[in-house]
């Protein structure tokens, strides 16, 4: 191998992707694909961690695939697999769970709010997700692992185990950092702009998704919570401009232009233009990937043949730290 950093992330298939997803990840994750060796993974198996519908969650994991494909993920390039049909995941998610403290688990924000959320189905799945997750980075020996800041706990508590382990037998497991995408912009809901956007957000007029037609993108950028002063500045800690800041986020991610130059683009002007504007510039970049998108999806056996060149790749990589992590342990070699 030469020496090129590794780096390794993956998505729930168990809602749409929306504009947030993009621009704050998978834009950067294009840009960056020549630099490192990226392994990008659906990652079905957490999502039964909260009931799934079988036809949904089968259809969306396509969907996911396609559209990174359709945004320019490079599968020559870049490694992209489902992680339910690489085995490796669900047993090495076994063995660090004899290395993970239920104290650990316990203290998770996400596990605290999904088991608020979910009171009728708290399963042990979900109290050991971030086990498997753990799991998932450490097969492959991550340097650099891109999330949002909710999941930087993970990342924490993945280091946290894999520095246990490697302290019992040695070194077995790379190190990883979490990385929050700098360039990357942090999208807001377009109805409640201290909120982040959210593809579980209840009321669909508060993110825009991948999935959204470009009149229905435009309708829900022209109809996005602003305020009634009628200036367009960027004011980072004031709250009433949360709705007018998102708008020249979203603008300034699009169009590459810095926020200041857009502030005075627009000086003096009114919110409909802006607005108006902003919305025809998020049409235009999403008009060709929602082509290409639509030409993917339909191609069912090149998605077939993408996973399975994927899967055999990720395979080979995570079957050497499996042979590494059973010799260790004490397990006979086959
Ligand atoms: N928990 C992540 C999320 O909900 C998804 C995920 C699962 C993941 N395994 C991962 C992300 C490994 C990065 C690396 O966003």
Same mark, same amino acid.
């Given at each position: 191998?030469?020496?090129?950093?590794?780096?390794?992330?993956?998505?729930?298939?168990?809602?749409?992707?929306?504009?947030?997803?993009?621009?704050?990840?998978?834009?950067?994750? #294009?840009?960056?694909?020549?630099?490192?060796?990226?392994?990008?993974?659906?990652?079905?198996?957490?999502?039964? =961690? #909260? $009931? !799934?519908?079988?036809?949904?969650?089968?259809?969306?994991?396509?969907?996911?695939?396609?559209?990174?494909?359709?945004?320019?993920?490079?599968?020559?390039?870049?490694?992209?697999? %489902?992680?339910?049909?690489?085995?490796?995941?669900?047993?090495?998610?076994?063995?660090?769970?004899?290395? =993970?403290?239920?104290?650990?688990?316990?203290?998770?924000? !996400?596990?605290?709010?999904?088991?608020?959320?979910?009171?009728?189905?708290?399963?042990?799945?979900?109290?050991?997700?971030?086990?498997? *997750?753990?799991?998932?980075?450490?097969?492959?020996?991550?340097?650099? #692992?891109?999330?949002?800041?909710? !999941?930087?706990?993970?990342?924490?508590?993945? /280091?946290?185990?894999? !520095?246990?382990?490697?302290?019992?037998?040695?070194?077995?497991?790379?190190?990883?950092?979490?990385?929050?995408?700098?360039?990357?912009?942090?999208?807001?809901?377009?109805?409640?702009?201290?909120?982040?956007?959210?593809?579980?957000?209840?009321?669909?007029?508060?993110?825009?998704?991948? *999935?959204?037609? *470009?009149? #229905?993108?435009?309708?829900?950028?022209?109809?996005? %919570? =602003?305020?009634?002063?009628? %200036?367009?500045?960027? /004011?980072?800690?004031?709250?009433?401009?949360?709705?007018?800041?998102?708008?020249?986020?979203?603008?300034?991610?699009?169009?590459?232009?810095?926020?200041?130059?857009?502030?005075?683009?627009?000086?003096?002007?009114?919110?409909?233009?802006?607005? @108006?504007?902003?919305?025809?510039?998020?049409?235009? *970049?999403?008009?060709?990937? $929602?082509?290409?998108?639509? /030409?993917?999806?339909?191609?069912?056996?090149?998605?077939?043949?993408?996973?399975?060149?994927?899967?055999?790749?990720?395979?080979?990589? @995570?079957? $050497? =730290?499996?042979?590494?992590?059973?010799?260790?342990?004490?397990?006979?070699?086959?």
């Amino acid at each position: 191998m030469d020496d090129k950093k590794i780096i390794f992330s993956g998505v729930q298939p168990s809602g749409n992707l929306t504009l947030g997803n993009y621009l704050g990840a998978i834009k950067n994750w #294009v840009d960056i694909q020549h630099d490192y060796h990226c392994i990008y993974a659906m990652m079905d198996l957490h999502t039964i =961690t #909260v $009931r !799934q519908n079988p036809a949904d969650l089968r259809r969306r994991t396509l969907e996911v695939l396609a559209l990174y494909l359709a945004c320019g993920i490079d599968p020559k390039e870049t490694i992209l697999f %489902v992680q339910s049909q690489n085995p490796h995941h669900a047993e090495l998610g076994w063995v660090l769970d004899c290395y =993970t403290y239920m104290g650990e688990l316990q203290r998770m924000t !996400q596990f605290k709010d999904k088991s608020a959320r979910h009171a009728e189905n708290i399963n042990a799945g979900l109290f050991t997700y971030p086990v498997l *997750m753990a799991a998932d980075i450490l097969l492959y020996q991550a340097d650099y #692992v891109p999330v949002g800041k909710d !999941q930087m706990q993970h990342i924490e508590i993945c /280091r946290d185990i894999a !520095q246990r382990f490697n302290a019992i037998y040695g070194d077995v497991f790379k190190i990883p950092e979490g990385m929050l995408s700098k360039s990357g912009a942090k999208i807001m809901s377009l109805q409640e702009p201290t909120k982040k956007m959210s593809k579980s957000d209840e009321n669909p007029k508060a993110y825009i998704s991948m *999935m959204d037609d *470009m009149n #229905v993108i435009a309708k829900k950028i022209k109809s996005a %919570v =602003t305020d009634s002063e009628g %200036v367009i500045e960027y /004011r980072e800690n004031d709250e009433t401009k949360a709705g007018i800041n998102n708008l020249l986020s979203i603008m300034s991610a699009v169009t590459g232009k810095p926020i200041n130059t857009i502030v005075s683009d627009y000086s003096g002007q009114g919110y409909g233009t802006f607005k @108006s504007d902003v919305a025809e510039a998020v049409v235009e *970049m999403m008009r060709p990937i $929602r082509s290409e998108y639509d /030409r993917i999806i339909k191609d069912k056996e090149y998605l077939k043949n993408i996973c399975a060149e994927g899967l055999e790749k990720a395979y080979a990589i @995570s079957g $050497r =730290t499996m042979r590494k992590v059973h010799k260790k342990i004490g397990f006979i070699q086959k």
